[in-house]
């Protein structure tokens, strides 16, 4: 079996570390800031899911924690789902190591139950153990301690609700019809009508001019471009064309059942 493991939602970490990096207002030095956490448990797993500070006054010297104030926080939480079983606390400027007020305050704190702890410092590490008091005696130390996130079905099922609410599917592109094709080859069309206008207008022009070899030479380069420009004129036209035929196939359905067998008949007569 995996042994037992604290996990804190990462966001109650970074408040956590929030407030041990915090000085208080005026003071020069960090202080010991001491505070509970409500905690699930669930698969050997005690899930931090929201963090709280004791009321206290700022020092640098260890503390013993007053059962009032946690008793009051209990009640002030009673509507956050979990237990308040996990005290936190920090060793500014000091290493990680339990102090003696510290085992003093698990033990005061486990002896109805369980209770587990985490001490962080200012140098972003941290420890953690568990004390527990019933049925028998038993103190876990250098508990593994990670950043993880605890969610239960419920709230997924919220997320999931909110997702389906607002995210669709994307409606496939309209083009059974070949409307953007159409819409292409038209464009296609439409500048080619107004190229071999511009070269009409010139053939005009040249036209006009006295005779010479140049005008012979100018006026046959102009045809050639204008009869190029007809060639891709009529393959726009076909394609146009196809495009209407595959339209027009696609918008009737024949019943096979009200055909002649072997007989063929023009796409459209399939009434
Ligand atoms: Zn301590």
Same mark, same amino acid.
């Given at each position: 079996?995996?042994?037992?493991?604290?996990?804190?939602?990462?966001?109650?970490?970074?408040?956590?570390?929030?407030?041990?990096?915090?000085?208080?207002?005026?003071?020069?030095?960090?202080?010991?800031?001491?505070?509970?956490?409500?905690?699930?448990?669930?698969?050997? =797993?005690?899930?931090?899911?929201?963090?709280?500070?004791?009321?206290?006054?700022?020092?640098?010297?260890?503390?013993?924690?007053?059962?009032?104030?946690?008793?009051? $926080?209990?009640?002030?939480?009673?509507?956050?789902?979990?237990?308040?079983?996990?005290?936190?606390?920090?060793?500014?400027?000091?290493?990680?190591?339990?102090?003696?007020?510290?085992?003093?305050?698990?033990?005061?704190?486990?002896?109805?139950?369980?209770?587990?702890?985490?001490?962080?410092?200012?140098?972003?590490?941290?420890?953690?153990?568990?004390?527990?008091?019933?049925?028998?005696?038993?103190?876990?130390?250098?508990?593994?301690?990670?950043?993880?996130? @605890?969610?239960?079905?419920?709230?997924?099922?919220?997320?999931?609700?909110?997702?389906?609410?607002?995210?669709?599917?994307?409606?496939?592109?309209?083009?059974?019809?070949?409307?953007?094709?159409?819409?292409?080859?038209?464009?296609?069309?439409?500048?080619?009508?107004?190229?071999?206008?511009? =070269?009409?207008?010139?053939?005009?022009?040249?036209?006009?001019?006295?005779?010479?070899?140049?005008?012979?030479?100018? $006026?046959?380069?102009?045809?050639?471009?204008?009869?190029? =420009?007809?060639?891709? @004129?009529?393959?726009?036209?076909?394609?146009?064309?196809?495009?209407?035929?595959?339209?027009?196939?696609?918008?009737?359905?024949?019943?096979?059942?009200?055909? @002649?067998?072997?007989?063929?008949?023009?796409?459209?007569?399939?009434?």
């Amino acid at each position: 079996m995996q042994g037992v493991e604290i996990h804190y939602e990462p966001h109650v970490y970074r408040q956590i570390m929030h407030w041990v990096t915090r000085k208080i207002a005026g003071e020069a030095h960090l202080k010991e800031v001491s505070g509970f956490c409500k905690v699930v448990v669930r698969d050997n =797993i005690i899930h931090a899911t929201h963090a709280f500070l004791a009321p206290q006054t700022g020092s640098s010297v260890e503390t013993d924690i007053e059962a009032d104030d946690l008793s009051k $926080l209990v009640y002030d939480t009673r509507n956050i789902p979990g237990e308040l079983q996990l005290w936190f606390h920090s060793h500014p400027y000091m290493s990680t190591n339990w102090s003696t007020t510290d085992h003093r305050n698990m033990i005061a704190l486990g002896s109805p139950g369980w209770f587990a702890a985490t001490v962080f410092n200012d140098k972003w590490e941290h420890r953690s153990a568990i004390y527990q008091a019933v049925p028998f005696v038993h103190f876990v130390d250098e508990v593994p301690t990670k950043m993880a996130s @605890y969610v239960t079905t419920a709230v997924m099922a919220g997320w999931d609700e909110e997702f389906d609410r607002c995210v669709k599917a994307k409606p496939p592109v309209n083009d059974v019809f070949g409307d953007v094709a159409y819409e292409k080859l038209e464009t296609e069309r439409d500048s080619l009508i107004i190229e071999s206008e511009r =070269i009409e207008a010139m053939i005009v022009k040249e036209k006009k001019k006295r005779n010479s070899a140049k005008k012979v030479q100018v $006026l046959e380069f102009l045809q050639e471009k204008l009869d190029s =420009i007809e060639v891709a @004129y009529e393959a726009v036209e076909k394609k146009l064309r196809d495009l209407d035929y595959a339209d027009l196939q696609s918008s009737v359905s024949c019943d096979p059942g009200n055909s @002649y067998s072997g007989n063929t008949y023009p796409v459209g007569d399939c009434l």
